[in-house]
T-cell receptor, first 112, second 115 residues
Framework: SQQGEEDPQALSIQEGENATMNCSYK?????LQWYRQNSGRGLVHLIL?????REKHSGRLRVTLDTSKKSSSLLITASRAADTASYFC????????????FGKGTLLTVNP | GAGVSQTPSNKVTEKGKYVELRCDPI?????LYWYRQSLGQGPEFLIY????????DSGLPNDRFFAVRPEGSVSTLKIQRTERGDSAVYLC?????????????FGPGTRLTVT
């Protein structure tokens, strides 16, 4: 079953604009991860944020986590056509649970 | 270095047939995962190996699905008596440790089509 729900399902923007995607989840987590998937490179890990962190940056990516609302957001600044892909959040509940639980994803299209 | 590889990249089979999907993880990665991704959905967990043993097979949908990793590296996902509902992309991932502490590296997937 899917834990995360990304919002919006699809997003279309112009190159240079910022893109924000949201993820909501249902159960408590140890960490939340964002992945990107496109036809050229498959599924690629972008960034991991732990449950005791509120914000994390990596290059043009900014991730926030609000555990009280069970939600996260991914901001991509100064988008490029190469950012066109599907973006998924994945949660790990920790302990003896080994699996990541993915959401349904947001399809981002960046128009040149 | 070499990433995770999966073969075949595409597999078309008839309903009722048996298929094997292969995953070659990154060298030295002890943890190996299989996921299944249907169109428009995120990957869904199937099974996790730590070394040679299946530590968690709770995601396998039924007993037609089975996976092995006999020497702790290459893994094979086996599907018996395939059904049209098994059509999906099967993804393999490996990591250097268990659970969500460690980044998972995904292969390109095998697209299975059951006709």
């Amino acid at each position: 079953s899917q834990q995360g729900e990304e919002d919006p399902q699809a997003l279309s923007i112009q190159e240079g604009e910022n893109a924000t995607m949201n993820c909501s989840y249902k159960t408590s987590i140890n960490n939340l991860q964002w992945y990107r998937q496109n036809s050229g490179r498959g599924l690629v890990h972008l960034i991991l944020i732990r449950s005791n962190e509120r914000e994390k940056h990596s290059g043009r990516l900014r991730v926030t986590l609000d555990t009280s609302k069970k939600s996260s957001s991914l901001l991509i600044t100064a988008s490029r056509a190469a950012d066109t892909a599907s973006y998924f959040c994945a949660t790990w509940s920790g302990g003896s649970n080994y699996k990541l639980t993915f959401g349904k994803g947001t399809l981002l299209t960046v128009n040149p | 270095g070499a990433g995770v590889s999966q073969t075949p990249s595409n597999k078309v089979t008839e309903k009722g047939k048996y298929v094997e999907l292969r995953c070659d993880p990154i060298s030295g990665h002890t943890a190996l995962y299989w996921y299944r991704q249907s169109l428009g959905q995120g990957p869904e967990f199937l099974i996790y190996f730590q070394g040679t043993g299946a530590a968690d097979d709770s995601g396998l949908p039924n007993d037609r699905f089975f996976a092995v990793r006999p020497e702790g590296s290459v893994s094979t996902l086996k599907i018996q008596r395939t059904e049209r509902g098994d059509s999906a992309v099967y993804l393999c991932a490996s990591s250097s440790g268990r659970g969500g502490f460690y980044e998972q590296y995904f292969g390109p997937g095998t697209r299975l089509t059951v006709t």
